[in-house]
């Protein structure tokens, strides 16, 4: 066993985010939002054109909102139309992004997807619509809002943009555009040294230590 | 001779895998948990004068030649909490190695001697009077010569690097080679990933063959969970070994007379804590620093390829003093994983431009000498790192950013990014001043990174305010001694791997002399 579970974040930095000063730009409605997170759910919220689409069958450790969010993510994030570049139709971001998550402990996966499903939401109180439906522009703003904003709206803006970015660029189709080697050893044909000599005549330091 | 175990390559280690027992009783002179900076260097040290030696290592055994040099790969499979874990807010990356080796595995073979203020600042403050410049330095130069430590010679300078030379020439800025324990460096830039070709001579190629050369058995998949006590002293272990499907593979007990915990400056608070052992001082987990980190990239004229030659080359020291600023700059290289996260350029088009020119990219990476504010502690089940990067360090991080922008900008980069969760860009002299300063040091607003853990059950000489005495036993259980840096009493500065493996073979000849 390699791991040990991490505390899920305490509630301080929520509060430490509203009792800053721009509290009263979070409006009303948003804190109903954070009272819906409190409450549980979200099952009283706008629904999406997109909750009818099917899952992908690989896509089982995802529920359907946060397939449909990173799918939505991937596109506004990642634009590769003109450039180098492979689309991300063609690269499996939100395949990697699920097998991050994955690796994560229950309790902070668990903090995540309700982070998730609050990024979602709360975007029906400014665009009457939620983040997976909101248009490619809109939805840029929204992020670059969030990156403004709140402890915890900079805190998923943040954490959904470096699953995303990692997810697309660790996968080797990205790399010639940017000229990246990647792995080199074996391509090089460098050769292996193997452990390191074992050293020879290795006496005592001995300086005395006060016991 | 114990030589006729010597391999010239891999390492002897007993994997969940190899065991057919659900409960293994084992008896050791000696048991070390944890296989990075302190336990291999205590297990050899120990193991070449005779002693039967056990190390137990949590994580799994990852051969050099299996590393894929795929940084996201290596975090997940290297990395403790596959690379997540994080303070309690999650605005801090804590990053250790949890395989076989430990961190040193997954550095960047920086090699600092610890430096003559801070063992100063030791001497006066935590009585620690054995720590002097000329008592450590024996301890130095032995383990800089077994593992190879020199300075970067000419060809170990990439394209990076030149870059933040000559930025810090024009400045008149103190700028040195690092010194690295590296054999024939051949380039790659995978540092992070584990050096797959064994040329970083980090403890899996280094310290651990040596002592298993000796006798020495090592186990990897194996957590301790508890350490075993008898009247106040130290009797040995209990542990669990984890398949890598993460089931139960079997309950080990390891009778030993003396038990050195090496397991890490966050793994071995959790585990006296757990233990209920040492603590009666409530000393155990506190005094956490972390040199948090920040990864500043700018952008220059031409291409520079932050991925390609050795990945840290050349640092400036001119601010390394408390009253010079308290901070160091190291040029860093990074991969383009990396790169895609060290700055917020903006969403969508900004930022597959900020990509598209990754190769213009270079970076430097800040340290500065945090206090020790942080607790390392238990809520029920789940470990709690508290650290936040505190109002009192927060003028040295933003001196420090500000160097690396004068230094970047000195160099004839065109635009800085400042590593903050909104685009923030530097692009001359003028816009240094007002931009850091508009900075506030709030959760989730600089994007840093923590690369040396430290001070959670700190060494001194008074039992009220410290854990561990010189000698690296604990004050209250005989013993059990610690050897990672958990111990260090503040935090260094600078890398600490020289000091962990000093004072680590320094606490090795204590045990020797006790038993």
Redesign the interface.
């Known amino acids: 066993m390699t791991q040990q579970y991490s505390a899920p974040p305490g509630p301080e930095w929520l509060q430490q985010g509203l009792a800053r000063r721009r509290f009263l730009q979070w409006t009303l409605a948003a804190s109903a939002v954070m009272a819906g997170v409190a409450a549980g759910g979200f099952f009283w919220l706008r629904r999406s054109p997109l909750d009818q689409r099917r899952i992908p069958d690989w896509a089982g450790e995802l529920s359907a909102r946060e397939f449909l969010l990173f799918d939505r993510c991937r596109r506004v994030l990642l634009p590769t139309e003109g450039r180098d570049l492979p689309d991300t139709e063609t690269v499996p971001v939100v395949a990697n992004v699920q097998r991050t998550l994955s690796l994560l402990a229950p309790a902070p996966r668990q903090q995540l997807s309700q982070g998730l499903g609050l990024f979602d939401n709360a975007a029906v109180f400014r665009h009457g619509r939620r983040f997976v439906d909101l248009d490619d522009e809109t939805a840029r703003d929204y992020f670059d809002r969030w990156g403004r904003g709140l402890v915890l709206q900079r805190t998923l803006a943040t954490v959904i943009k470096q699953l995303v970015y990692s997810a697309y660029w660790r996968d080797e189709r990205t790399w010639p555009a940017l000229e990246f080697d990647g792995p080199v050893s074996d391509r090089w044909g460098l050769a292996y040294l193997g452990n390191a000599p074992m050293p020879e005549d290795d006496g005592d330091v001995q300086t005395g230590i006060p016991e | 001779m114990t ?1 006729a175990l ?6 002897a280690v007993t994997q969940a895998k190899d065991i057919r027992e659900p409960r293994m009783d084992l008896q050791a002179d000696v048991v070390v948990v944890g296989s990075g900076a302190g336990g291999a260097v205590v297990a050899y040290e120990l193991a ?1 004068r005779g002693k039967r030696v056990l190390v137990l290592e ?3 055994y990852v051969p ?2 299996d590393f ?6 290596a975090m ?1 499979q290297l990395y ?3 690379g ?3 303070n ?4 801090l990356l804590i990053l250790q190695g ?2 076989v080796g430990g961190s040193t595995v997954v550095n960047a073979g920086v090699c600092f001697r610890t430096p003559d203020f801070i063992l100063r600042d030791w001497r006066r403050d935590f009585g620690l ?2 720590l002097t410049s000329d ?1 450590m330095r ?2 130095f130069e ?1 383990v800089e ?4 430590v020199h300075e970067n010679g000419e060809h170990e300078i990439a394209a990076h690097a030149r870059l933040i030379q000559t930025g810090a020439d024009k400045l008149g800025w103190s700028v040195k080679p690092f010194q690295r324990n590296i ?2 460096c ?1 380039l ?1 830039e ?1 540092c992070l990933s584990g050096c ?4 970083k ?1 980090s403890m899996l ?2 310290y651990l ?2 002592a298993v ?1 000796h006798g020495a058995r090592i186990f990897s ?1 194996t ?1 301790v969970t508890g350490i075993l006590s008898d009247n106040g002293r130290a009797t040995g272990v209990r542990a ?1 070994v ?1 398949g890598i499907d ?1 089931e ?1 593979v079997a309950e080990m007990t390891v009778t030993a007379p003396r038990v050195v915990l090496a397991a890490g400056a966050v ?1 071995t608070p ?1 585990l006296l804590l757990r233990s209920e052992l040492a603590n009666g001082s409530d000393q155990v987990g506190r005094h956490f620093a972390c040199h948090p980190s920040l990864y500043v990239s700018a952008r220059y004229p031409q ?1 520079v ?1 932050a ?2 030659g050795a990945m840290l080359g050349v640092y400036v020291d001119q601010f390394m003093a408390p009253e010079d600023g308290g901070f160091v700059l190291e040029d860093g290289g990074a ?3 990396e790169l ?2 060290t700055a ?1 350029p ?4 900004p ?2 431009d900020f ?2 020119e ?2 213009y990219l270079a970076g430097l990476v800040t340290l500065i000498h945090d206090h020790n504010v942080g607790r390392v502690h238990w ?7 508290d650290y936040q990067l505190d109002d009192i360090d927060f003028p040295s991080m933003k001196k420090a950013l500000k160097a690396a922008a004068r230094l970047h900008l000195a160099a004839g980069a065109e635009q800085v990014h400042v590593p903050t ?3 923030l860009i530097i692009r001359r002299e003028t816009d240094i001043d007002p931009m850091v300063e508009g900075l506030e040091n ?4 600089l ?1 840093m990174v923590s690369y040396h853990p430290q001070g959670s059950c700190r060494m001194g000489a008074d039992p009220a305010t410290s854990v561990v005495a ?2 690296g036993e604990t004050h209250e259980v005989s013993g059990l001694y610690i050897a990672d840096a958990s111990l260090l009493p503040t935090s260094i500065i600078v890398n600490p791997q020289i000091t962990v493996y000093a004072l680590a ?2 606490i090795a ?2 045990i020797a ?2 038993a």
Request: charge should be neutral; charged fraction near 30%; hydrophobic fraction near 20%.
């Open positions: 030589t010597w391999r010239d390559s891999g390492l070449r949590a994580g799994p050099s030649r894929s040099e795929r940084f996201p790969e997940e403790q909490d596959h997540g874990q994080t309690r807010s999650g605005d949890a395989c009077t054995g008592s024996p301890y032995r010569k077994h593992l190879g054999r024939d051949a790659t995978h797959k070709t064994e040329r001579q190629v280094s063959p040596w050369a998949d957590r669990q984890t993460g139960p793994q959790l291409p390829h991925w390609r991969g383009i994983v895609s996260m917020e903006g969403t969508g088009a930022f597959m990509m598209g990754a190769r809520d029920g089940d789940n470990k709690v790192i969760s909104e685009p709030q959760p989730h607003h994007r010189e000698s073979t320094r000849e204590a002399a006790s």
